[in-house]
């Protein structure tokens, strides 16, 4: 018995040596030895081989309609003025003032249907359907029954997810928040200086990194000339918590949000001890000029680390970038778009808060075949003459879905759990009574 146990620790220390010399150290220092580009290749060519089975499991129809888009309905991109004119097209103008007809209302019950139908908010707050299966049960369950051998593929990967990369993605997790804790409490002890700070910002990093790794992150990082610099804004589009480990894995920036409890808060209070991050408490979040003045006296001084905001508010399904809040962009200084786009077929990275607890989330990443992103370093913006706060965050908000391929929405991310506010509705009815009331005036004039 005694031999047995001598053999079980020898395996578990030989386990963890190969854990840090493999894994662990060339994360630290922000290289590879090639074991995860050996794995993406084994798995891209897994999931190609898994499609062609599928394809011709198909008949070329079914597949032509299951590879189509999702959208249900094709909506006309035109405005209320020049759909209305083509209903009103064939109906000779009153000559009594006014310009209102019945088929107006054809127009109006329209959008009210194509709305219940599929709305362009709600199906943001849910996750993209894959066009093909990625062997996980997440999206298009029914494609691993199509054959046998896509079974045992199948069942397989299961083992390998869970019995494999799993235990090793949570081992390299908790490494990385332990030396985080540990790691930025020490630096906290030492006395403010450069040194400080550059041990503050390297720490920070190599502790995302390790991070990083236990989600199998293939991170690619474009335009590295434009990287947010010190004293600036990084705003970005917000698909996942996990944001926030992608961008910290290739520098350091000051994080802002809401102090929280438990786990997150023994990690929120090592943090801010070797860095000014700009935590508020649930009350302060409120006050909306004292959040806009400590992140104004951050921008101010040039030797801090640049904010990381997410302007949305909330995430989003990684198909679409939905309304900036303007308080981001009345701080003033530079602004340092970044735009991040994850590629589904690994793995989905949007996080349902409606339907997923955090725990349940981070499970959901780790027992996923790898986190795939890509992220753009964009050039700075800077508010123009005479322009607002809310057509300023709109303008980096077009850039950003420009550069990201994602869907430019005015709509607000607030609304999944909110409902329309009022002002949204008024402004519509506001719109279509002009057309009327405008047309009524100038035909009495003449």
């Known amino acids: 018995m ?9 395996a578990l220390k030989s386990w963890l040596y190969l854990i840090i010399s493999l894994i662990m150290f060339p ?3 922000g290289f590879s030895l090639g074991i995860s580009e050996t794995y993406m290749t084994v798995l891209v060519k897994t999931l190609e081989w898994a499609t062609l089975k599928m394809e011709k499991a198909k008949a070329d129809e079914q597949l032509s309609k299951k590879s189509s888009s999702n959208v249900l309905i094709q909506r006309e991109n035109g405005s209320m003025e020049k759909e209305l004119e083509e209903l009103r097209r064939s109906r000779p103008k009153p000559q009594d003032g006014g310009d209102f007809t019945l088929s107006d209302c054809f127009y109006f019950t329209r959008k009210g249907v194509e709305s219940i139908v599929e709305d362009e908010v709600t199906q943001r707050f849910s996750s993209e359907e894959l066009v093909s299966w990625n062997l996980l049960t997440r999206t298009n369950n029914n494609f691993h029954y199509i054959s046998m051998k896509l079974t045992l593929v199948y069942g397989l990967g299961v083992f390998v ?8 993605r949570m081992l390299l997790a908790g490494i990385g928040l332990t030396w985080l804790v540990v790691g ?3 630096v906290g002890l030492l006395p403010n200086s450069r040194a400080k700070s550059w041990l503050s910002e390297w720490v920070h990093v190599m502790c995302f990194r390790i991070c990083a790794r236990g989600l199998s992150a293939a991170i690619r990082y474009h335009n590295p000339e434009n990287k947010p610099r010190r004293g600036g804004i990084c705003v970005a589009n917000h698909t996942s918590p996990i944001d926030i480990l992608i961008l910290c894995n290739d520098g350091g920036y000051a994080m802002v949000g809401q102090v929280h409890g438990g786990l997150m808060g023994v990690v929120q209070r090592a943090m801010v001890r070797s860095c000014p991050h700009v935590w508020f408490e649930r009350a302060e ?13 951050h921008v101010n001084d040039k030797t801090k680390l640049p904010i990381l905001i997410f302007p949305e508010g909330t995430c989003i399904n990684n198909t679409s970038v939905m309304m900036f809040k303007k308080g981001s962009f009345e701080i003033g200084g530079t602004i340092y778009p970044v735009a991040m786009k994850y590629d589904p077929k690994f793995g989905d990275a949007f996080w349902n808060s409606s339907k997923y607890s955090m725990v349940s989330y981070l499970l959901r990443m780790m027992t996923s075949w790898a986190i795939v992103c890509d992220v753009w370093y964009m050039p700075a913006m800077h508010q123009k003459e005479g322009e607002d706060a809310i057509q300023f965050a709109n303008r980096v908000k077009s850039a950003i879905a420009h550069q990201g391929g994602l869907m430019d929405l005015q709509w607000d991310g607030g609304l999944k759990r909110a409902k329309v506010k009022a002002t949204f509705k008024e402004e519509q009815q506001k719109q279509y009574s002009s057309m009327v009331v405008g047309d009524d005036s100038s035909s009495n004039s003449d």
């Not at 005694?2 to 020898?10: E, I, K, Q, R, V």
């Not at 997810?161 to 090793?168: G, S």
């Not at 979040?285 to 006296?297: A, E, F, I, P």
Request: aromatic share 14%.
């Open 161 to 168: 997810r869970y019995c494999i990369l799993t235990p090793l």
């Open 184 to 186: 930025t409490t020490a």
């Open 285 to 297: 979040m409120k006050d909306r000029h004292l959040v806009t003045k400590r992140l104004k006296d």
């Open 27 to 29: 994360a630290m220092f």
């Open 2 to 10: 005694d031999d047995f146990w001598a053999g079980a620790l020898w």
